[in-house]
């Protein structure tokens, strides 16, 4: 049974008439010590999805099913805020200017977890340990340290009470190349000595495919291809993840490669066309793409993909 | 200049077409009519369909990768012979990145301008730049072409740079700020392979054709090269 399992999840926002659907229908599964990676452009409903999952969001319409119970009424209700916790984007916005980094861990225990007021303090060390920061650091304030230290702050501070699922929501979007591959790092080490799955988000494919154990694909609040994370970077069968993959810039000065350059730009989301929503910009497009929306479908094993022309190739093959 | 970040960049209660015109009539004295024409013109050279509505909108109408063009159609207005694209595309996604670069690589093999390119983005470098300055604290640590940089790192900032990337990074090399305070090396108070030397500031050392970096480490070892053939 998965940890975590979305059932054709939507999120629509109002704003007087004006209705933007920022998630349309995302069925997916999380299982335990699992790596998820999230990716997709700016707009693509990835970070709605992820504060869905922690409960900061209530869904339009769907399920969300944790360790087998519906959370139908928020987590609180349904007792397990603590097993589910979220890394936001900004560190240095997530984390509380006036307090020192032991009250910014002790809080969640005091709220969330039934600890002994004595062994607080014990486990803000260990958990400091974890993400490799000295006992020095809990006296500190959040100015006092640099981008990565916030960083691994905020990820003590979500994995203080013990969680099963971490939502990471562009963790190191904000921090320098170096200091990247050091949380990369520092998060599959968790990750193992835990045994806690996350659901890791962000627009950095290359930080993706180094974590995530699979990955799914969005395109304007849909997921349009889902497929362990070789495969996703090897053989791509979506146009849309084919022309995200090419735009990646590589790191080989000699490289010549062919690009596909997608035309236009992503469509306003509150004014989406009939069919498939990426048919403006892809080169596969044709008749029936215009007329209804595609569904993901497998190709090979658990290689999900969301394209009538793909699908089409599979049956032919 | 392309600066960082469009949207900040562009006067927000002016239109664009506006701001761009402006540009044409107080550096090249054009009049209004003449001036809006040319921004028109500009616009469609950055590839943007519909000049004459983008011209009308206020930036906050338009999307990050719009405004990245509308900011290159200002820079490109007086025909500059040196264009500084300051992070053009790190706001951006992927997809509006590819776009841009392929619009200012058109751009150059039209006008023949040059292009500094500004970036933490090492693989935007990659495929962009002929040739590739790694800055450190206020020093150059290393220059060269792109190709000799990239494969043939010579300073030990470069190399840690590049690991970070591909490879697990060195875990001597200490998560630290720069010490503009520091004499000498920059780098010496991170670099694992420091020594007394690099309390003094390093020249810039050849290391190839076109290719130097700046430290001790690199004089050592062409002093010994020069030792041995003695």
């Known amino acids: 049974m998965p940890l975590l399992e979305l059932t054709d999840l939507h999120k629509t926002f109002r704003h007087g008439a004006n209705a933007v659907p920022a998630v349309r229908g995302v069925t997916l599964s999380v299982e335990r010590g699992e790596t998820l990676g999230l990716v997709g452009e700016s707009g693509c409903g990835k970070t709605t999805l992820g504060r869905m999952v922690v409960g900061l969001q209530e869904p339009t319409s769907g399920s ?26 900004h560190p240095a916005q997530s984390l509380n200017p006036r307090m020192r980094v032991e009250q910014m861990l002790a809080e969640p225990l005091r709220l969330l977890a039934d600890l002994a007021p004595d062994r607080i303090n014990g486990k803000i060390d260990e958990v400091l340990r974890l993400v490799g920061l000295g006992p020095e650091y809990a006296r500190r304030r959040s100015r006092q340290l ?9 990820i003590a501070r979500a994995l203080i009470c013990d969680p099963d699922l971490v939502v990471l929501d562009e963790p190191t979007s904000s921090l320098d190349q170096s200091v990247r591959g050091r949380i990369v790092a520092l998060l599959r ?8 799955a996350f659901v890791f988000i962000s627009h950095d494919l290359s930080t993706v495919q180094r974590i995530a154990h699979r990955v799914a ?49 992503t469509p306003n989301p509150s ?25 993901l479908l497998p190709t090979a094993g658990a290689h999900l993909v969301e394209c009538f022309a793909v699908a089409t190739e599979v049956s032919h093959a | 200049m392309i600066f960082q970040q469009p949207r900040s960049a562009l006067n927000p209660t002016m239109r664009v077409g506006n701001q761009i ?14 001036a809006m024409e040319e921004a028109m013109a500009m616009l469609g050279h950055v590839g943007i369909s519909g000049a004459r509505r983008v011209a009308r909108a206020y930036p906050h109408q338009l999307s990050g990768g719009m405004c990245q063009r509308v900011m290159i159609a200002m820079a490109l207005a007086c025909r500059p012979r040196v264009l500084i694209a300051d992070e053009a595309t790190t706001a951006l996604d992927v997809t509006v990145q590819a776009q841009i670069f ?42 060269g072409t792109t190709v000799d940089v990239l494969e043939n790192p010579s300073h030990p900032y470069t190399g840690f740079l590049l690991d970070s990337i591909e490879r697990e990074v060195d875990p001597r090399v200490e998560e630290r700020g720069v010490n503009f305070a520091l004499a000498g090396c920059r780098f010496g108070h991170r670099c694992p392979h420091a020594y007394e030397a690099c309390a003094a500031f390093p020249p810039m050392i050849p290391v190839g054709r076109g290719h130097t970096a700046s430290c001790f480490l690199l004089q050592d070892e062409s002093s010994h090269a020069v030792a041995r053939t003695d």
């Not at chain 1, 969300?64 to 916790?85: P, T, W």
């Not at chain 1, 048919?279 to 215009?290: A, F, G, I, M, T």
């Not at chain 2, 044409?24 to 009519?33: D, I, M, S, T, Y």
């Not at chain 2, 619009?103 to 292009?115: M, P, Q, Y």
């Open chain 1, 189 to 196: 080490d968790i990750q193992r000595e835990r045994d806690v």
């Open chain 1, 146 to 154: 640099s981008g990565g230290q916030q960083q691994r702050v905020a």
């Open chain 2, 21 to 34: 015109s402006r540009v044409l009539v107080l550096n090249q004295g054009l009049g209004r009519g003449e």
């Open chain 2, 102 to 143: 392929d619009l200012i690589r058109d751009l150059v093999a039209e006008t023949r301008c040059g292009v500094v390119v500004i970036t933490h983005d090492l693989a935007a470098v990659s495929e962009m730049c002929d040739s590739m300055a790694v800055l450190y604290g206020g020093q150059v640590m290393e220059v």
């Open chain 1, 217 to 265: 694909v969005m395109y304007l609040g849909r997921v349009v291809e889902l497929a362990d994370t070789e495969t996703v970077f090897r053989s791509a069968r979506h146009p849309y993840t084919k022309a995200l993959l090419s735009a990646v810039p590589k790191m080989d000065p000699r490289l010549k490669r062919e690009r596909i350059i997608l035309p236009g730009e």
């Open chain 1, 64 to 89: 969300i099913r944790f360790d087998g119970q519906s959370v139908e009424g928020g987590f609180a209700e349904a007792g397990r805020r603590r097993r589910v916790q979220m890394v936001f984007q």
């Open chain 1, 271 to 295: 004014e989406l066309p009939i069919g498939c929503s990426f048919q403006d910009r892809c080169p596969l497009v044709h008749d029936r793409c215009r007329r209804e929306a595609p569904h």
